[in-house]
């Protein structure tokens, strides 16, 4: 019977709908698969098993009433730490924020409204600004394929629960490559839904019962398989996408390969390869794939992106920090001038201190470049291109400005490296579907992202579920 667990939650939900299992005893498993998988992996750090237990016995009575169930009935699931949840306040790292009284964000009343058991969070960064996901509070939370390593973050645990078959569905969010790093680093998938698509309203950050919609910020699922994120998608968005509708037929697709641009990191000659595996096997499907240059201005981009996130961002930075990088702005522009790039410290302590005016020239340009980006989208069905330019890499608890990527040829990356392939979906507000593409020699997952045009959210996921089912997705890592 555990082997349910190691479903996807659309077949969950057709066990629970023929009464093979309850949903209390599938809530049973999942608690018990946590506990043996809890020292090794750290990736559900609080739970409330008492109410969890008390809803799905209420969810087992609905359906043996033959009552309503709704579209999750009975379904036992976590989410990530960053969003409130009664009786599990989002503490997105730092324990004085789990010191109060919340109710459940949007996002998580409508799972739980849809029949979902909610019965743990998952772990982050402290308020999620980091692609590890570790902190004080909760400690380090470790890769399923590899425990030396980080499954990502900020919705890292998310991904390494879902990885190990601790959960079926996982709510998380994505500013800066958030849902979709860890689910490259893991080999699970996950959207990052159009901007505005799904609200934000009850995750921290920003401050708790922040009414503000934060710009580039999305909030999405993560899930094994793509009709679980069409699915959860639906229910979150509390909006016309449908669930049931059909994948996409490969041989109409067409797709534009990007993997090489003279403005970002180069990838690890293992990535690229499982990319390049990935596209010929589209093609064999009866795809049509065409290498692409830069679908974007990235020279342009990139800076524009990190001015508009650094404008966020920099409201959840303490004001020593803030008061120092506004020091530092005079030697961050002299240091421009001088060919630092925008993934310098430069171009991020004049990022995090950006006057309202310099915000205003950034949203300017975004929207430029959005409009240049469109037309791409009436040749291409979506753009297939990497996540990162490293598989997971081992844990590193030194400061930032300390870190870096190792590539399998021996380079070395700066660490905010990570923000470059995820910046053109993120900065333009275009959908992005990550999906398992393969693993390297070593056995560490690699993952990509299907980018489409915005609000043609349902097009990277039906071709997302295409792929799943024509040529390959989620594999569970060795136990």
Same mark, same amino acid.
């Given at each position: 019977m555990s082997d349910l667990l190691d479903l996807d939650a659309t077949a969950q939900l057709a066990a629970l709908a023929s009464k093979k299992v309850s949903s209390v005893e599938l809530l049973k498993m999942a608690l018990a698969r946590h506990a043996e998988t809890h020292a090794r992996l750290n990736a559900v750090v609080t739970a409330e098993p008492e109410r969890a237990l008390e809803r799905a016995r209420a969810m087992d009575d609905a359906r043996m009433r033959s009552d309503p169930t709704g579209p999750l009935g009975g379904l036992p699931m976590t989410v990530k730490d960053t969003f409130d949840v009664v009786g599990m306040p989002a503490s997105s790292g $730092?324990?004085? $924020?789990?010191?109060? @009284? /919340?109710? *459940?964000?949007?996002?998580?009343?409508?799972?739980?409204?849809? !029949? /979902?058991?909610?019965?743990?969070? +998952?772990?982050?960064?402290?308020?999620?600004? *980091?692609? @590890?996901?570790?902190? @004080? &509070?909760? %400690?380090? +939370?470790?890769?399923?394929? *590899?425990?030396?390593? +980080?499954?990502? %973050?900020?919705? %890292?645990?998310?991904?390494?629960? &879902?990885?190990? !078959?601790? +959960? /079926?569905?996982?709510? !998380?969010? *994505?500013? %800066?490559g958030s849902l979709r790093v860890p689910a490259g680093f893991c080999g699970v998938f996950s959207h990052k839904p159009s901007w505005g698509m799904v609200t934000q309203r009850g995750h921290v950050p920003p401050h708790p019962g922040s009414y503000a919609e934060r710009d580039l910020n999305v909030v999405g699922p993560m899930a094994r398989s793509a009709r679980d994120l069409r699915m959860l998608l639906s229910i979150l968005e509390a909006g016309p996408l449908a669930p049931k509708a059909p994948p996409a037929d490969l041989s109409e697709a067409r797709i534009g390969l990007w993997l090489e641009d003279p403005n970002l990191p180069v990838i690890d000659p293992e990535v690229r390869t499982v990319l390049e595996t990935l596209a010929k096997a589209l093609e064999a499907a009866g795809a049509t794939v065409e290498l692409v240059a830069s679908p974007v201005d990235t020279q342009t981009l990139l800076p524009t992106y990190l001015t508009l996130l650094g404008a966020v961002l920099s409201e959840d930075m303490p004001d020593k920090a803030l008061r120092a990088m506004e020091r530092a702005r005079p030697l961050a522009r002299w240091s421009l001038a001088r060919g630092a790039g925008p993934l310098s410290w430069a171009h991020s302590s004049l990022a995090y201190t950006a006057r309202h005016r310099e915000w205003l020239a950034a949203d300017a340009v975004r929207a430029r470049l959005r409009h240049n980006i469109a037309p791409l989208f009436d040749r291409y069905t979506a753009i297939l291109a990497p996540i990162t330019p490293v598989p997971a890499f081992p844990h590193d608890a030194r400061a930032f400005v300390r870190r870096r990527l190792k590539t399998s040829d021996g380079r070395a990356l700066p660490y905010n490296s990570i923000l470059a392939w995820i910046a053109t979906a993120t900065a333009l507000h275009l959908p992005a579907t990550a999906i398992p593409a393969g693993r390297t020699p070593g056995g560490l997952p690699v993952g990509a992202q299907l980018i489409g045009p915005r609000g043609g959210d349902g097009r990277t996921l039906s071709l997302a579920q295409a792929i799943d089912e024509l040529i390959g997705g989620f594999v569970a890592p060795p136990r």
């Open positions: $730092l324990a004085h $924020l789990r010191r109060r @009284q /919340a109710e *459940d964000a949007v996002a998580v009343a409508h799972a739980r409204h849809a !029949g /979902a058991v909610i019965w743990g969070k +998952t772990n982050v960064p402290v308020m999620a600004a *980091d692609w @590890q996901s570790a902190n @004080q &509070l909760y %400690g380090v +939370t470790n890769n399923p394929w *590899d425990q030396t390593r +980080t499954p990502g %973050g900020s919705s %890292g645990g998310a991904a390494a629960a &879902l990885a190990a !078959g601790v +959960t /079926a569905l996982e709510i !998380g969010s *994505d500013i %800066g």
